[in-house]
């Protein structure tokens, strides 16, 4: 047999090996490509996990929003409920012991409550319907599915406990555009408020409070400063001057009997739940800020350029003609309120141009009153004009047009009829040519309208003089028998597409915002109507009249108890006009708060005195013929307590309570923090004169009870309720909260 022969040279037999190699490298590439595809995918996976996380996280806290807008809409009915339980029981007050005040108070709460909830064929279950409406952010959009929406598999319960209404089983789905789903399921506590009635409200809670100015109150600082705690401005009204910049915080109240005014380029900013109690607000081309609990007996009125009006909380303009004349408070004008009805009369009124207005962060705004146009202030001694009444709530400057009435209807026929306004010449001699008719054609269709003045409900009108360089000029202005005349009558010529549109152009002149959100929960009481401007768009909101129909004896009741609560404030710095006394009707604030005679008696006619501690200084002032005290005269870290009967003139740091008889004056580099704890401790400090020892609240009306264990500040348990001191907030609870 033949030898194999090797076919293969050695050099081949080496290049085979290295083949080899080559195959050992691809069988490692493909590991790890392997694994780093293995990798990429895990990667690819944790990423879906996180997102899918990340969007059922987002999902959940969208639908947590859900629940804490419905949260926002019942604390709005709370806030209600407790404003009327209160004002009953205060209606209540004499005749009622401490047990009866608290179980009426319960009863009313929870009945209020209850009638806003409830179905209309099971006073057992809440309407779901009415708790969507509460959704602003989060409601749903039915073209999407995107959303919140509330669940009616379960039985909406309300039920009445001793702790007060429960809302049982309210479950909330929410569902995003991704598809992802949350369920939230709760139970929601109305729990009733914490209030003590079983002080009388005689004593006020004098201590909360960094100033009492008896007559005025002025900020006077070219530049920013503040206030922390209560203030009274005054008889005769508080004052932002030009350029000031006020801050007022944590103060339970801020009062005036007149006007706050905030001058050109100044600020006032409210924080917090600040209770503020004012006859009028005048802002003139500068910066107001109220977040809390607004009362006012008048107008806010804006003038001058660019002012800035931010609304927040509960605006609440309790001033009308007619239920003025029902409170206690005001018997003695009855002839006053019949004259000039604009006087009583609540409205916002925009006088000024570029005006921004946000009205859109309010849970309630109240206009009780009409707006008017101030003819009387342009009357002369030969002429006396009377205001004229508005349709609208809230108004504008150039909406006047709208009532004057219209020219085809003065002087039909006659040579110099057919306008409006007209001046004096011409005035007299249509009077002439008239031979005594009437100049008012009511008959006559009116343009654009295409109805007479008759058929719109107007028989009447008034004639408003106004003096120019060499006479005056005659208007004539409708005149209307009641409010739903005005309002339906405004309705009527702004639904004419021809006047919308100019009264849209001359509106947008005046403001460059009215803003009210659509579909917000902010609860409405307009006595007439208003207008609005949103995102370039003016648009109306009518007056609830007909709505408020079933709640008209309350409101006409909460109207006239507000005018005998402001005017209580104004005499004591009480919420009970029941509980003042004849004499202190008749007295000021520092009068019923000063024993003025003992003080001047023990430190002698114009002297001051000092009670000294061994870290504070009380002063007892008698500077009313006197040189103007100033609290830069003692050391702000010692300086705790000041009683002057003249003016004070805060130009330092100061801490504790000032009350004066006059006016008092906040500098430049000045401010005043309420501190009543040091106060309690300074009114205290003693003296003694003569073999004569004292302390400043013996000069003080009811002195001790300020300072006896547990009375600072309890007199006022039941008007914090009313006033804004009890937190909304803190009585809407969710109970039994699960999430899926």
């Given at each position: 047999m033949?030898?194999?022969?090797?076919?293969?040279?050695?050099?081949?037999?080496?290049?085979?090996?290295?083949g080899?190699s080559?195959?050992?490298?691809?069988?490692?590439i493909?590991f790890?490509?392997i694994?780093t595809?293995?990798?990429?995918?895990l990667c690819?996976?944790?990423?879906?996990?996180?997102?899918?996380?990340?969007?059922?996280?987002d999902?959940?806290?969208?639908?947590e929003t859900?629940?804490?807008?419905?949260?926002?809409?019942?604390g709005?009915?709370?806030?209600?409920?407790?404003s009327?339980?209160?004002i009953?029981?205060?209606q209540?007050?004499?005749g009622?012991?401490?047990?009866?005040?608290?179980?009426?108070f319960?009863?009313t709460?929870?009945?209020?409550?209850r009638?806003?909830?409830?179905?209309?064929?099971?006073?057992?279950?809440y309407?779901?319907?009415?708790?969507?409406?509460?959704?602003?952010?989060?409601?749903?959009?039915?073209?999407t599915?995107?959303g919140?929406?509330?669940?009616?598999?379960?039985q909406?319960?309300?039920?009445?406990?001793?702790?007060?209404?429960?809302?049982?089983?309210?479950v909330?789905?929410?569902?995003?555009?991704?598809?992802?789903?949350?369920?939230?399921?709760?139970?929601?506590?109305?729990?009733?408020?914490s209030?003590?009635?079983?002080?009388?409200?005689?004593?006020?809670?004098?201590?909360?409070?960094?100033l009492v100015?008896?007559?005025?109150?002025?900020v006077?600082?070219?530049?920013?400063?503040?206030?922390?705690?209560?203030?009274?401005?005054?008889?005769?009204?508080?004052?932002?001057?030009?350029?000031s910049?006020?801050t007022?915080d944590?103060?339970?109240?801020?009062?005036?009997?007149?006007?706050?005014?905030?001058?050109?380029n100044?600020?006032?900013?409210l924080?917090?739940?600040?209770s503020?109690?004012?006859?009028n607000?005048?802002?003139?081309?500068?910066?107001?800020?109220l977040?809390g609990?607004s009362?006012?007996?008048?107008?806010?009125?804006?003038?001058?350029?660019?002012?800035?009006i931010?609304?927040a909380?509960?605006?609440?303009?309790?001033?009308?003609?007619?239920t003025?004349?029902?409170?206690?408070?005001?018997?003695g004008e009855?002839?006053?309120?019949?004259k000039?009805?604009?006087?009583?009369?609540?409205s916002?009124?925009?006088?000024?141009s570029?005006?921004n207005?946000?009205?859109?962060?309010?849970n309630?705004?109240?206009?009780?009153?009409?707006?008017?146009i101030?003819?009387?202030?342009?009357?002369?001694v030969a002429?006396?004009?009377?205001?004229?009444?508005?349709?609208?709530?809230?108004?504008v400057?150039?909406?006047?047009?709208?009532?004057?009435?219209?020219p085809e209807?003065?002087?039909?026929?006659?040579h110099?009829?057919?306008?409006n306004?007209m001046?004096g010449t011409?005035?007299?001699?249509?009077?002439?040519?008239?031979?005594?008719?009437?100049?008012?054609?009511?008959?006559?269709?009116?343009?654009g309208?295409?109805?007479?003045?008759?058929?719109?409900?107007?028989?009447?009108y008034?004639?408003a003089?106004?003096?120019?360089?060499?006479?005056s000029?005659?208007?004539?202005?409708?005149k209307?028998?009641?409010?739903?005349?005005?309002?339906?009558?405004?309705r009527?010529?702004?639904?004419?597409?021809?006047n919308?549109?100019r009264?849209?152009?001359?509106?947008?002149?005046?403001?460059?915002?009215?803003n009210?959100?659509?579909?917000?929960?902010t609860?409405?009481?307009?006595?007439?109507?208003?207008?609005?401007?949103?995102?370039g768009?003016?648009?109306?909101k009518n007056?609830?009249?007909?709505?408020d129909?079933?709640?008209?004896?309350y409101l006409?009741?909460?109207?006239?108890?507000?005018q005998?609560?402001?005017?209580a404030?104004?005499?004591?710095?009480?919420d009970?006009?029941?509980e003042?006394?004849?004499t202190e009707k008749?007295?000021?604030?520092?009068?019923?708060?000063?024993?003025e005679?003992?003080?001047?008696?023990?430190?002698?006619t114009?002297?001051?005195?000092e009670f000294?501690?061994t870290?504070?200084?009380?002063?007892?002032?008698?500077?009313?013929?006197g040189a103007?005290?100033?609290?830069?005269?003692?050391?702000?870290?010692?300086?705790?307590?000041?009683?002057?009967?003249g003016?004070?003139?805060?130009?330092?740091?100061?801490?504790?309570?000032i009350?004066?008889?006059?006016?008092?004056?906040?500098?430049a580099?000045?401010?005043?923090?309420?501190?009543p704890d040091?106060v309690?401790?300074?009114i205290?400090?003693e003296?003694?004169?003569?073999?004569?020892?004292k302390?400043?609240?013996?000069?003080?009306?009811?002195?001790?009870?300020?300072?006896?264990?547990?009375?600072?500040?309890?007199?006022?348990?039941a008007?914090?309720?009313?006033?804004?001191?009890?937190?909304?907030?803190?009585?809407?609870i969710?109970?039994?909260?699960?999430?899926?």
């Amino acid at each position: 047999m033949m030898p194999r022969r090797n076919l293969f040279p050695l050099t081949d037999q080496k290049k085979n090996n290295k083949g080899s190699s080559l195959v050992l490298v691809i069988v490692a590439i493909a590991f790890i490509g392997i694994l780093t595809a293995i990798i990429l995918n895990l990667c690819l996976m944790n990423y879906r996990m996180k997102y899918m996380d990340l969007s059922s996280k987002d999902n959940f806290y969208t639908a947590e929003t859900a629940l804490d807008e419905i949260k926002a809409g019942l604390g709005i009915e709370v806030s209600d409920a407790l404003s009327v339980a209160y004002i009953k029981v205060m209606q209540q007050y004499s005749g009622t012991n401490s047990e009866e005040r608290r179980t009426g108070f319960q009863y009313t709460y929870l009945e209020k409550l209850r009638a806003e909830l409830r179905t209309a064929s099971d006073s057992g279950k809440y309407d779901c319907s009415l708790l969507k409406g509460y959704l602003k952010e989060t409601k749903l959009d039915v073209s999407t599915g995107v959303g919140a929406d509330l669940s009616d598999t379960v039985q909406p319960l309300l039920t009445a406990t001793e702790r007060g209404l429960i809302l049982k089983n309210l479950v909330i789905k929410y569902k995003d555009a991704q598809d992802y789903v949350t369920y939230i399921k709760t139970d929601i506590l109305l729990a009733f408020p914490s209030v003590d009635f079983t002080q009388t409200s005689t004593m006020p809670d004098l201590l909360s409070f960094g100033l009492v100015a008896n007559n005025d109150f002025t900020v006077s600082a070219a530049g920013t400063t503040s206030i922390n705690g209560s203030v009274y401005g005054g008889k005769e009204g508080m004052t932002v001057s030009d350029g000031s910049k006020l801050t007022i915080d944590n103060a339970k109240q801020i009062i005036t009997n007149k006007a706050l005014t905030v001058q050109t380029n100044g600020s006032l900013t409210l924080t917090n739940n600040t209770s503020l109690w004012a006859k009028n607000l005048l802002v003139d081309a500068s910066n107001l800020d109220l977040n809390g609990y607004s009362n006012i007996a008048d107008d806010l009125t804006i003038k001058g350029k660019a002012s800035n009006i931010r609304l927040a909380g509960d605006f609440y303009g309790f001033g009308n003609a007619a239920t003025a004349k029902n409170a206690l408070s005001l018997q003695g004008e009855q002839t006053a309120i019949e004259k000039n009805p604009a006087d009583y009369s609540s409205s916002i009124i925009v006088n000024g141009s570029g005006s921004n207005i946000d009205l859109s962060d309010l849970n309630k705004l109240v206009l009780s009153g009409n707006a008017y146009i101030s003819t009387s202030s342009k009357s002369t001694v030969a002429n006396t004009n009377v205001d004229v009444m508005l349709g609208e709530s809230l108004t504008v400057k150039s909406n006047q047009v709208i009532y004057m009435v219209p020219p085809e209807c003065i002087g039909q026929g006659m040579h110099n009829g057919g306008a409006n306004p007209m001046n004096g010449t011409q005035y007299s001699n249509l009077v002439a040519e008239l031979g005594g008719n009437e100049i008012v054609n009511y008959d006559v269709k009116m343009k654009g309208l295409g109805k007479s003045l008759k058929e719109m409900g107007v028989s009447s009108y008034q004639k408003a003089f106004y003096p120019v360089s060499g006479g005056s000029m005659v208007y004539f202005f409708l005149k209307f028998d009641n409010e739903d005349v005005a309002n339906n009558y405004f309705r009527a010529y702004y639904g004419i597409e021809e006047n919308k549109k100019r009264l849209d152009d001359y509106l947008k002149l005046y403001v460059d915002e009215i803003n009210i959100q659509e579909g917000s929960p902010t609860k409405f009481n307009l006595n007439g109507n208003l207008m609005k401007y949103v995102s370039g768009t003016v648009s109306t909101k009518n007056d609830t009249r007909a709505e408020d129909t079933g709640d008209r004896n309350y409101l006409d009741t909460k109207q006239a108890t507000f005018q005998d609560m402001f005017a209580a404030q104004g005499i004591k710095l009480i919420d009970s006009y029941h509980e003042l006394t004849e004499t202190e009707k008749n007295n000021d604030v520092f009068t019923n708060l000063v024993l003025e005679s003992d003080m001047r008696g023990f430190i002698g006619t114009n002297q001051r005195k000092e009670f000294t501690g061994t870290d504070m200084i009380s002063v007892l002032v008698d500077n009313k013929n006197g040189a103007v005290f100033k609290t830069s005269e003692y050391n702000a870290d010692k300086l705790r307590f000041v009683v002057a009967t003249g003016n004070v003139l805060i130009d330092s740091n100061f801490k504790g309570l000032i009350i004066a008889k006059g006016s008092v004056t906040l500098k430049a580099g000045g401010s005043v923090t309420a501190s009543p704890d040091d106060v309690a401790k300074a009114i205290q400090l003693e003296k003694e004169i003569a073999g004569v020892t004292k302390c400043p609240m013996d000069f003080l009306v009811g002195g001790s009870d300020y300072v006896l264990s547990g009375a600072v500040g309890a007199s006022q348990g039941a008007a914090d309720a009313a006033q804004g001191a009890v937190n909304i907030k803190d009585l809407v609870i969710c109970e039994n909260w699960t999430k899926e």
